[in-house]
């Protein structure tokens, strides 16, 4: 069974105060993984997909790289309008569900 | 990426009734799919809508609790039937292509009494 695990639950940041959030998949024969970024009250913004290990992506202060087990989302120097919850998720090969994972809860204080 | 509409944003529902979700996406897409999130807790699948047939449903999820329709290549219905206090949550649409990035509307916040 394909699985998601995201650590921590939550993080709580000072501004400038980079930091990393860990997840950990299992999956049979992963096509893709998917980092999206919640607001309260609203839908899931997608960030990124990663494909194969050693891939890595960015976008503004975010980073996401992958190993074969698991990914990591690198916040560097975050803002307070970093502060969201970030879920992860993984698909398998074979048109199958998107797997996720219960989310970080990130809040970047000023 | 498309644009996701959904209609209601919220409701609050009595036990017993039933409420239909709207879900528009402003360009055609090949897979539309419906997601529950209940609270404190991550997205979980509930269906893939079929465009022209029926909806195909994750386990745990039957057709006669969450009918789904969908019409054509821009527009799907949910439908959260005979409503309880534990169907209380945010139910999303989200799009895609074939084996590709899925986007998510902004979701409708379920409230059941």
């Known amino acids: 069974e394909d699985q998601v695990t995201q650590s921590p639950e939550a993080l709580r940041l000072q501004e400038g105060e980079s930091s990393s959030l860990n997840c950990s998949y299992t999956v049979s024969g992963l096509r893709g993984l998917f980092w999206y970024r919640q607001d309260p009250g609203k839908g899931p913004e997608f960030l990124f997909t990663?494909?194969?290990a050693g891939e890595e992506k960015e976008k503004e202060r975010l980073k996401a790289t992958l190993t074969k087990k698991e990914s990591f989302l690198h916040i560097t120097a975050p803002k307070p309008e970093d502060s969201a919850t970030y879920l992860c998720a993984v698909q398998a090969f074979g048109n199958t569900p998107l797997v996720f994972g219960k989310g970080t809860r990130l809040s970047v204080i000023a | 990426s498309a644009v996701i509409s959904q209609k209601p944003s919220r409701d609050i529902c009595q036990r017993g009734t039933s409420l239909t979700i709207q879900c528009q996406v402003d360009s055609q897409v090949t897979m539309m799919f419906w997601y529950r999130q209940q609270p404190g807790q991550s997205l979980t699948l509930i269906a893939t809508a079929n465009q022209g047939s029926e909806a195909t449903y994750e386990s745990g999820f039957v057709i006669d609790k969450f009918p789904i329709s969908r019409p054509n290549l821009t527009f799907s219905t949910l439908t959260v039937s005979n409503m309880s206090p534990e169907d209380s949550s945010i139910y999303l649409c989200?799009?895609?292509?074939?084996?590709?990035?899925?986007?998510f509307g902004p979701g409708t916040r379920l409230l059941v009494l």
């Open positions: 990663l494909y194969s």
């Open positions: 989200s799009v895609s292509g074939i084996q590709e990035t899925q986007y």
